[in-house]
T-cell receptor, first 112, second 110 residues
Framework: ETGVTQTPRHLVMGMTNKKSLKCEQH?????MYWYKQSAKKPLELMFV???????ENNSVPSRFSPECPNSSHLFLHLHTLQPEDSALYLC???????????FGPGTRLTVL | QKEVEQNSGPLSVPEGAIASLNCTYSDRGSQSFFWYRQYSGKSPELIMS????GDKEDGRFTAQLNKASQYVSLLIRDSQPSDSATYLCAGGDSSYKLIFGSGTRLLVRP
């Protein structure tokens, strides 16, 4: 768990708020990912960054905006979210071209 | 649509028994497979990876892969109550993307 860290661990926000989730990996990996995990549903891939370049946007609404300033840091900027966006948001990292992904502890997001 | 299918369970086994978790996948291009364990409220934790047909053993865990049948399984020997969790199966192709199943909940009864 210490290889990939996420902050905050819990977040409660109103529908008009703007907040950001942060992820940092200490594994020397080059690819980073955002996943959404809702109750009773499989992990949903949201975004993929490969060497800081976004290579995947899995039809995610524009109220979620990712940012990857370098290979170690990944952000997810949130604005005007909906209650159905409440979920566990997981960050993961891997070496490029290897699918072996390691997850951070996640941010439990509640949208009121 | 690439899919990974798992029985949601719960799979209930007595302590000390062998728990058998199964997974099928649709993408014949998948080359690597992973089992993650996820405790309630926690993030997925990698427990096994397998890349070639056959069995791979690591302690009490054995992963089995049959690419012809597009089938992956995880055996947990001498199951313990601490093994109670949701087990996620994931398949990856030659890129860096994983497709996850919805997970099987395992309950180990003391």
């Amino acid at each position: 768990e210490t290889g990939v860290t996420q902050t905050p661990r819990h977040l409660v926000m109103g529908m008009t708020n703007k907040k950001s989730l942060k992820c940092e990996q200490h594994l020397g990996h080059n690819a980073m990912y955002w996943y959404k995990q809702s109750a009773k549903k499989p992990l949903e891939l949201m975004f993929v960054y490969n060497f800081k370049e976004q290579t995947e946007n899995n039809s995610v609404p524009s109220r979620f905006s990712p940012e990857c300033p370098n290979s170690s840091h990944l952000f997810l900027h949130l604005h005007t979210l909906q209650p159905e966006d409440s979920a566990l948001y997981l960050c993961a990292s891997s070496q490029v071209a290897l699918a072996l992904q390691f997850f951070g502890p996640g941010t439990r997001l509640t949208v009121l | 649509q690439k899919e990974v299918e798992q029985n949601s369970g719960p799979l209930s086994v007595p302590e000390g028994a062998i728990a058998s978790l199964n997974c099928t996948y649709s993408d014949r291009g998948s080359q690597s497979f992973f089992w993650y364990r996820q405790y309630s409220g926690k993030s997925p934790e990698l427990i096994m990876s397998i890349y070639s047909n056959g069995d791979k053993e690591d302690g009490r865990f054995t992963a089995q892969l049959n690419k012809a049948s597009q089938y992956v399984s995880l055996l947990i020997r001498d199951s313990q109550p601490s093994d109670s969790a949701t087990y996620l199966c994931a398949g990856g192709d030659s890129s860096y993307k994983l497709i996850f199943g919805s997970g099987t909940r395992l309950l180990v009864r003391p």
